[in-house]
């Protein structure tokens, strides 16, 4: 077995290509015309060999531009625009410049954005799109390029990350709903494709079943099966219809946690339209506190720490990337959320 480090030199002998080839591939050089085969071959050995690049080669061409990345989902979501605007005060603050890159709820994209990213030769990266397949995301393993991860574990991909911790943000609605008395309560929820729709799922029915309470198949609602993978079915209009659909049953929920503050004010159209009482006909609960002071009611929501979560993204990022050494802690944050109660919970009507 060979000892000290690995060098690209000894991957080109593995892969049995040039070292020019194998430092074209590690940097995503689009103008580089080789074999599929190749490259996978390439990607192999380094794998197999455990290839990092040279930190203190990165330390030196990340000191000649302060140009970041942060790739989102979407640009009309206010979940990336509390990041965003957070990230970027101190990017400011720290001499940098952001670059914003969206996916638009496409895992293809997701993959362009990344090509971008490498292309450009920028300093480093804050990745919080959901749309980046486990595929892609493999390959910033072999990247010296500083990276903060948001919502995914950075950890297997020798990255930085930030997380949310959405089963005890969903458990916060569930708890502060049921202490109030509910028992009939039903989740209007996201794109079921991504791992935050299914984390605050699985966080409103382990609180069903913790405290006993029967789960109802009609009290979960979701967006039709294309629209969630695309996963654009977390808009407004989809907790509106979502609502319609609860106040159609026989026996309607007398609360809704919603998947974010968005659906759930969609919720509360739905029930005004209906000219029923909120919260005293029904409760609304959502989640990401991103613009629910603004409205009326003012809606009770879990406040997902976006803010915070913008801000530290981008001082761990630029941090990593002003190490004297190079180096920097492959650091996982677990942030948890907090529940603001406003106006639209209290206890169920009395039959």
């Not at 194998?22 to 490259?39: A, F, G, K, M, Q």
């Not at 984390?199 to 198949?217: S, T």
């Not at 613009?291 to 001082?315: C, H, W, Y």
């Amino acid at each position: 077995m060979r000892k000290g480090r690995v060098t690209i030199k000894d991957v080109a002998q593995a892969a049995e290509v040039n070292p020019s080839v194998v430092s074209r591939i590690l940097n995503h050089d689009e103008t580089l015309v080789v074999r599929p085969e190749t490259r996978e071959r390439v990607w192999g050995a380094v794998q197999q060999m455990g290839y990092r690049p040279n930190a203190t080669a990165r330390s030196l061409r990340t000191r000649k531009n302060r140009l970041i990345a942060i790739v989102i989902s979407g640009f009309l979501d206010p979940y990336f625009a509390l990041i965003l605007e957070n990230a970027n005060r101190v990017a400011d603050q720290r001499g940098y410049v952001v670059g914003v890159l969206s996916t638009e709820s496409d895992d293809q994209r997701g993959a362009k954005c990344l090509e971008t990213i490498f292309d450009t030769g920028m300093a480093g990266a804050v990745l919080a799109s959901s749309y980046i397949e486990e595929s892609t995301l493999a390959r910033i393993r072999y990247s010296d390029m500083p990276m903060v991860l948001l919502r995914r574990n950075g950890w297997e991909f020798g990255k930085m990350s930030i997380m949310e911790d959405e089963n005890s943000g969903a458990a916060l609605a569930m708890e502060h709903l049921i202490s109030l008395g509910h028992t009939r309560i039903a989740h209007i929820a996201g794109s079921l494709y991504s791992r935050s729709g299914l984390k605050r799922l699985e966080g409103y029915r382990k609180a069903l079943h913790v405290h006993g309470i029967p789960y109802r198949a009609e009290y979960m609602q979701e967006s039709d099966e294309a629209q969630c993978r695309l996963g654009v079915g977390q808009t407004r209009l989809d907790g509106y219809r979502a609502m319609l659909r609860l106040l159609d049953l026989d026996e309607r929920p007398t609360a809704v946690f919603a998947f974010n503050d968005t659906i759930a004010l969609g919720a509360v159209d739905a029930v005004l339209e209906r000219a029923l009482r909120i919260p005293e006909d029904i409760s609304i609960i959502g989640y990401g506190n991103t613009m629910s002071e603004f409205n009326f009611p003012k809606l009770t929501t879990v406040d997902g720490q976006m803010a915070r979560i913008g801000a530290l993204a981008a001082e761990m990022l630029i941090n990593a990337i002003e190490s004297e050494s190079g180096e920097y802690p492959h650091e996982e944050i677990l942030i948890q959320p907090e529940l603001v109660v406003r106006k639209t919970t209290a206890p169920p009507p009395e039959t």
